[in-house]
């Protein structure tokens, strides 16, 4: 054990963040894609707009689990605790 | 493990430090400008199987911008194209042996990022006039004007945000499986990672589409049926 207590902490709260962050991105992504399948079941001529719109909708989800990671990563390679 | 934020420069050109992804970037620029002349220099009427395949792109990309936008795709065709190559190229540079993608670079998604929030801006002072425009952000009502104003920076650094991590984490994770085992073990995830470069690409200029179309308005053609749809019932 060679690393000070902010770097210990540091790599917990980076798998911390990671792990909650994909939480709640990845529960509403099985939801939006759900709700795609089934938009496109009902409705297949719709089946081009409904997935350009879906992938935007996805891109727009994902964005906060991306967040998440960027803040791990900033924690990790550029804590300015450190 | 290198630090994915900070850049090691290569080499200098006088006081400036150039790195991978500047050298990468140049790389695949000149690499499609030299396939789009070579590639468009013979267009014939019964088409060869490169321009085939370059009439395909361009039909679907054109659809692709008419149905996102409702106008005429011919002035957005080469901005939101060359977005979208770019990326892709960018994102799938990773399949040569020694060449880091330059979209896990913050600094490359950054720029990409600019020209789309300059074309935006651009587009819109273009066809809605400046004071036009300048309308837009008090729409629907002036209250929203500073988070209209908020909404252009936050989807901007979204924008980069978003390629960045993705690119970026599909390099680490790679890297990070290489580490712990060397052999064939990386290659389906070097295949989900080619899936999610052309994802990405895909993204990133849908969303500008959406962007720009968004500045622009809608299209002349369909205000008045609007405006008959209101009269009628």
């Known amino acids: 054990m060679t690393g000070s207590l902010v770097e210990i902490v540091s790599i917990i709260a980076a798998a911390v963040a990671v ?9 509403a992504e099985g939801r939006a894609v759900a709700a795609a399948m089934d938009a496109i079941a009902r409705q297949p001529e719709a089946a081009g707009t409904l997935s350009r719109t879906l992938f935007v909708g996805l891109a727009m989800i994902e964005t906060t689990a ?3 990671l960027v803040i791990a990563l ?7 605790f450190v | 493990m290198d630090n994915p934020l ?12 150039v790195t991978a992804p500047v050298v990468a970037t140049w790389a695949i620029m000149a690499g499609l400008a030299l396939f789009s002349v070579l590639a468009t220099r013979r267009l014939a009427l019964r088409p060869g199987r490169v321009q085939t395949v370059l009439e395909l792109f361009s039909a679907t990309l054109d659809g692709q911008i008419r149905a996102t936008m409702g106008r005429d795709p011919a002035p957005f065709r080469a901005l939101i194209g060359t977005i979208f190559l770019f990326v892709l190229a960018a994102n799938w540079s990773s399949l040569i042996p020694g060449v880091e993608p330059p979209t896990a670079a913050l600094e490359t998604d950054a720029a990409a990022a600019f020209v789309v929030f300059a074309a935006t801006t651009g587009y819109g002072i273009r066809y809605r006039g400046l004071g036009g425009y300048l309308r837009t952000f008090a729409e629907p009502s002036w209250v929203m004007i500073p988070l209209n104003i908020i909404e252009q920076v936050t989807r901007t650094v979204a924008l980069i945000v978003r390629l960045f991590g993705n690119v ?10 290489l580490s712990l085992a060397g052999l064939f073990v990386p290659i389906p995830l070097m295949a989900l990672d080619l899936l999610t470069g052309g994802v990405q690409a895909y993204i990133f200029a849908i969303l500008a589409t959406v962007f720009i179309g968004a500045a622009v308005g809608e299209s002349p053609s369909a205000a008045p049926r609007a405006k008959e749809e209101e009269q009628s019932p």
């Open chain 1, 74 to 80: 900033l924690v990790l390679f550029a804590n300015p």
């Open chain 1, 66 to 68: 991306i967040y998440a």
């Open chain 2, 6 to 17: 900070v850049l090691e420069p290569l080499f200098r050109l006088g006081p400036v430090p």
């Open chain 1, 19 to 27: 792990s909650f962050g994909a939480l709640g991105p990845a529960l």
């Open chain 2, 168 to 177: 970026m984490s599909g390099v680490f994770v790679i890297g990070v499986v």
